[in-house]
């Protein structure tokens, strides 16, 4: 336990109310290694309340109009803005992340999130067609759905809790949502907020604990006909199982084993800069960050020695170190995951170019049993090693060089997951006809992470189902009628 200092005590928010919990887990502070937070261990009881609240608060929160709900949301954004420091602070201790990146990504997304939606809430048309010899017009109506059930994860806690609750409210649903049981504190902080923007009792109610008590109890209830859930294969493998008896509507955002392909006549000069933190951002924590990097032969030994300088330069640090790239990993046991690939790697004959077991980690102190890794960048290693197959999910990367187009979108693509891609180079058609033909959801070229919030976002294969972004999240959020009138 963390001495004497008192540990901070969440709460579930159900029906516009903070309701204590008769258990409780331990989170702890990746940066330290030390409890600092004690997190409800809610089940099915909790659920129960929760959806119960929705329910009833449904009716009211979708008949308002658009507009009407639209304000609220941005009446969420502007107290969201107003608390901004606050919840990047939180963000960054409860999380990991330095705190430069919640104050400059997370939150400011998150505000981003409530505003565009209250925007795009308004822009959506129906469709309608006339069948003039049989006198009928057939006209199309959008409904919420009802009770959504939203599952987060501890990568971007607020970013992607908040990239779920705008959409699924604007759109006049009411929700129960369950964030990582590792990274509440800032889903517990907007609780608050939701209140004073004018957001009805039991239409935002937030259920904290773990995915087999909470996570199963909210996506087998009966009266939750949707799920919407960012996080990794397994879970959403157990979601379709839990979810198929009810024929719910599923909106899964799964892992990525994304591909940067790296042609001989690309730009280095802003490649490099741009693949170190495509591979190392956020700890390497996020589903679109880089893990393979395909490079064309002729340039291999000239971008692999570019690339460990800038890897590093990326300074390791405690997350409030403003002169820090990367601060924690989330947990014990995901470093001890992620530190056991490079121990795989090793084993194949791999060889370890910068960061794990290669260099010394300086850090104070009191951050000697944080759970802290150099950005490690890994090469001479197969196609077929799991270094190059499975989702790592931290601070490593593999570099690997490649003779031909034709060859190395056959090995980009030669993995179960779909999600980004990152092409470099400077010849427009190739640009166009390599993104084409990668299998991938989303394919940046020569540059990364650049979002527009109103196309979908998604990714292919064992990546997920289903897209997010205006229309698509509008969609899913949504029931579609089609009704003819003969006159």
């Not at 959504?148 to 759109?171: D, E």
């Not at 799920?227 to 955002?253: D, N, V």
């Not at 690309?266 to 395909?294: H, K, Y």
């Not at 979108?409 to 470099?424: C, F, H, S």
Request: aromatic share 8%.
């Amino acid at each position: 336990m963390a001495g004497t200092k008192a540990l901070l005590m969440l709460e579930n928010f159900i029906d516009g109310k903070f309701l204590p919990c008769s258990s409780y887990i331990d989170s702890y502070d990746p940066s330290t290694g030390e409890v600092y937070c004690r997190v409800p261990n809610s089940g099915k009881d909790e659920i129960e309340a929760a959806v119960k609240a929705a329910r009833e608060a449904f009716p009211g929160w979708s008949s308002r109009s658009p507009q009407e709900r639209s304000r609220v949301l941005n009446q969420v954004a502007d107290l969201l803005e107003q608390s901004l420091e606050e919840f990047a602070q939180a963000e960054s201790k409860d999380q990991g992340k330095t705190l430069a990146l919640a104050r400059t990504m997370d939150i400011p997304r998150s505000v981003q999130n409530f505003r565009f939606f209250a925007s795009s809430i308004l822009h959506h048309t129906s469709e309608c067609t006339q069948m003039d010899h049989l006198g009928c017009m057939h006209y199309t109506v959008r409904a919420p759905v009802g009770v959504a059930g939203l599952i987060s994860p501890w990568n971007l806690p607020l970013y992607l809790l908040t990239w779920k609750i705008a959409p699924a409210i604007a759109a006049g649903n009411t929700v129960v949502a369950k964030p990582s049981e590792l990274t509440s504190v800032t889903a517990w902080m907007l609780c608050t907020l939701l209140d004073k923007a004018g957001v009805p009792p039991g239409v935002v109610n937030i259920v904290f604990g773990t995915g087999p008590r909470v996570g199963e109890a909210l996506v087998s209830h009966p009266e939750v006909p949707l799920i919407s859930f960012t996080g990794s294969q397994p879970t959403a493998e157990r979601i379709t199982q839990l979810s198929a008896p009810h024929c719910k509507k599923l909106s899964l955002e799964l892992g990525g084993k994304n591909p940067a392909i790296i042609f001989e006549d690309a730009n280095l000069d802003e490649c490099i800069p741009a693949t170190v933190r495509s591979s190392f951002a956020n700890q390497g924590e996020i589903c679109l960050c880089t893990s393979r990097i395909f490079v064309q032969k002729s340039i291999y030994t000239e971008f692999l020695k570019r690339f460990v300088e800038a890897t590093r330069k990326w300074k390791v640090g405690i997350p409030s170190d403003p002169l820090a790239s990367m601060g924690a990993l989330i947990s014990k046991a995901h470093l001890e995951k992620v530190r056991s690939y490079v121990k795989r790697a090793l084993a194949e004959g791999a060889q370890i170019w910068c960061g794990e077991g290669v260099d010394k980690l300086n850090l104070p102190a009191r951050s000697q049993a944080g759970y802290f890794m150099l950005p490690t960048v890994i090469t001479d290693i197969k196609d077929e090693s799991c270094c190059m197959t499975e989702e790592i999910f931290g601070p490593v990367t593999c570099v690997v060089p490649f003779d031909s187009e034709e060859e190395v979108i056959e090995r980009a693509n030669n993995v179960k997951y779909g999600l980004a891609a990152t092409v470099w180079s400077s010849n427009v058609g190739r640009v166009h006809r390599v993104a084409k033909k990668l299998q991938s959801g989303l394919v940046w070229t020569n540059c990364w992470l650049i979002r527009e919030l109103n196309l979908p976002f998604g990714g292919m294969k064992s990546s997920g189902i289903g897209r997010e972004g205006a229309k698509d999240s509008y969609d899913f959020f949504t029931e579609i009628k089609t009704i003819t009138v003969k006159h």
